[in-house]
């Protein structure tokens, strides 16, 4: 199994910088990928970026440009840097692991709150 643990919200004018974290325990070896995905007030939950065990990453066109995912294997850490926060930006964000086997592991969620 694989644990997941999200940190770094918080509230932040527009224009600013939030990092997120992700935490990982657990099978780490198992992970393929892992990704940032948000979910704001009434919507549904979709993806913002992604970055895979090869390190090949891919982004949402909304997070294209202000957004950058990376990682450290030695912290066994994925971060989701967000410049340029804008207010529809505001959500709660979840990271995901993927694992070879099939299947997935989500975290709590740190909320992102943008005010204009």
């Known amino acids: 199994q694989v644990q997941v643990v999200e940190s770094g919200g918080g509230l932040v004018q527009a224009g600013g910088s939030l990092r997120l974290s992700c935490a990982a325990s657990?099978?780490?070896?198992?992970?393929?990928?892992m990704a940032w995905y948000r979910q704001a007030p009434g919507k549904g939950r979709s993806v913002v970026a992604a970055i895979t065990r090869d390190g090949t990453t891919n982004y949402a066109d909304s997070a294209k440009d202000r957004f950058t995912i990376s990682r450290d294997n030695a912290k066994k850490t994925v971060y989701l840097q967000m410049n340029s926060l804008k207010p529809e930006d505001t959500a709660l964000y979840y990271c995901?692991?993927?694992?070879?086997?099939?299947?997935?592991?989500w975290g709590q969620g740190t909320q992102v709150t943008v005010s204009s």
């Open positions: 995901e692991a993927t694992v070879y086997y099939g299947g997935s592991y």
């Open positions: 657990g099978s780490i070896s198992s992970i393929n990928t």
